[in-house]
């Protein structure tokens, strides 16, 4: 089991940036791909980053060159760096693990990760 809980979610202006963190529990979690998505009102869930326990990364279109992935293994720490926040990047951010061990390969679809968080709130003023 993995147990997964984000932080550093908050209200910013148009143009700046946030941190967000997630804190994954269980003796195996870095072993497991990370991905990070969002949901805004009324839209699904969409997928915004991955980073496999190599450090291989990808990234949705949407926030390519404004996002930035990464994970420490040693403190089971996965983050989300926001840079150039927009209005559009309004969402509950969801911390994810993938549910195959030390798999390599990229996905965004939902129904591959196993371990979700409660999500934290990034709100983007205009």
């Known amino acids: 089991q993995v147990q997964l809980v984000e932080s550093g979610g908050g209200l910013v202006q148009a143009g700046g940036s946030l941190r967000l963190s997630c804190a994954a529990s269980?003796?195996?979690?870095?072993?497991?791909?990370m991905g990070w998505f969002r949901q805004a009102p009324g839209k699904e869930r969409e997928f915004v980053a991955r980073?496999?326990?190599?450090?291989?990364?990808w990234y949705a279109d949407s926030v390519k060159g404004r996002f930035t992935i990464s994970r420490d293994n040693a403190k089971n720490l996965v983050d989300l760096q926001m840079n150039s926040l927009k209005p559009e990047d309004t969402a509950v951010y969801y911390c994810?693990?993938?549910?195959?061990?030390?798999?390599?390969?990229?996905?965004?679809?939902?129904?591959?990760?196993?371990?979700w968080g409660q999500g934290t709130q990034v709100t983007v003023s205009s």
């Open positions: 994810a693990a993938d549910g195959r061990m030390f798999y390599t390969g990229s996905s965004s679809r939902i129904d591959e990760y196993a371990y």
């Open positions: 269980g003796r195996t979690a870095s072993n497991y791909a």
């Open positions: 980073i496999t326990w190599g450090r291989s990364t």
